[in-house]
């Protein structure tokens, strides 16, 4: 599951914290950081996912 969750987090950042997480703040962080820039929003979403 986690490699699906990486592609997701690659392809749409959100989608991927979004099955991590759900709609917690994290969710939200990683919205204002794929609006602010693509790539931080990739971090971050990679960040979550192997955090978890």
């Not at 962080?29 to 978890?52: D, E, F, M, Q, S």
Request: glycine residues 10%; proline residues 6%; charged residues 10%.
């Amino acid at each position: 599951m986690d490699l699906i969750r990486v592609i997701f987090a690659i392809i749409l950042p959100p989608v991927g914290v979004f099955l991590q997480v759900g709609l917690g703040l994290q969710f939200w962080i990683n919205i204002l950081l794929t609006l602010c820039g693509y790539l931080p929003g990739v971090i971050h979403a990679i960040w979550v996912i192997a955090k978890r």
